[in-house]
């Protein structure tokens, strides 16, 4: 099975081309104040307006309130879900969306568990632990931590670059790949040669 790939932090319609363009399968839209990726929802309009068929636009929210998300839908046609914050299972479900948890791999963490506790996610985004930062660190982990036999998909994150996700894929085999600042030149503008060079070795890995 092939690894897919989304790009995170997209905040440029010209980006966003150049991820289709790539082929990447999915992109990813902040939706959190606190990021220099977040994007305003007539940004993310423009964006979400230039993708074909079969790419996956993907809202990113840490702790926001539902009207928030609701109106990211809406207006946005966001298609998938991303939650980087605390709320219970059963406030990701009520959207109508698939969703995707992400899990920050603090010390301990327990996947099982995790699973268990939002049984009804999608699949689960595995992401650096850094203090104050809900994701887009640059930060790798130990991928040997990640147990082979969890059920949900999982969606690498953390510190990947085209130098590194071959390794990355060859021990942990993921459902798919998230990239973000290993594409970038600054924060939310993209790099289009980082960008090919990390396709290409996603696909070297098929």
Known sequence: MRTRVKFCGITRVEDALTA?????????????????????LERAQEITRVLPPFVTAVGLFVDVLEPQIRAAIESCGIQVLQFHGNEPAATYAAFGRPYIKAVRMVAG?????????????????????????????????????????????????????????????????????????????????KDIDKMAAFIESVRACQ
Request: proline content about 6%.
């Open 109 to 189: 963490v327990d996947l099982h568990a995790q699973q268990e506790a939002y049984a009804d996610a999608a699949g689960f985004l595995l992401d650096s632990y850094v203090p104050g930062t809900p994701g887009g660190s640059g930060e790798t982990f130990d991928w040997r931590r990640i147990p082979r036999n969890l059920q949900k998909p999982v969606i690498l994150a953390g510190g990947l670059t085209a130098q590194n996700v071959r390794q990355a894929i060859s021990l942990v085999r993921p459902f798919a790949v998230d990239v973000s600042s290993g594409v970038e030149k600054t924060k939310g503008v």
């Open 20 to 40: 289709v363009r790539l082929g990447a399968d999915a992109i990813g839209l902040v939706f959190y104040e606190a990021s220099p990726r977040c994007v305003t």
